[in-house]
């Protein structure tokens, strides 16, 4: 069986921060007519490296993969928007293990077309 898990960025208590989804789940609200609620479980990356941000700036944001040391319950509306965390090739000097992000992945390989009226 494949598991893909999937980035995503995310607001949290005021700052942009970014996650892998783990698991999703919903709870019932007992105080809103038995709504339910959808959450998920998120692995929250480190903080950005602050060098590389400033010395980038403020383009590359690499951050640490914290695992099982992040997890958070987010409501699912937390969630901003999906990214892809690739693996930072390290250059000597830099920290190991960085992640950096990816927004809007995929989206230059699309195209959009349709019916296009041939000139007469």
């Known amino acids: 069986m494949l598991l893909t ?10 700052k942009v921060e970014f996650g892998e989804a783990q698991l999703y789940f919903q709870l019932v609200d007992m105080n809103d007519d038995d709504k339910f609620i959808p959450y998920a479980l998120v692995s929250i990356y480190g903080a950005p490296d602050e060098d590389m941000l400033e010395e980038s700036s403020r383009t590359l944001w690499a951050c640490a ?4 040391e992040g ?8 969630i901003i928007s999906v990214v892809s965390m690739q693996p930072l ?23 959009l077309s349709g019916y296009v009226d041939p000139l007469l």
């Open 5 to 14: 898990l999937i980035e995503f960025q995310l607001s949290l208590d005021g």
């Open 65 to 68: 993969h914290t695992g099982s």
């Open 71 to 78: 997890f958070r319950i987010v409501p699912v509306s937390s």
């Open 89 to 111: 090739p390290q250059c000597p000097g830099d920290p190991d293990n960085l992640w950096f992000v990816v927004e809007k992945p995929g989206l230059d390989d699309t195209e």
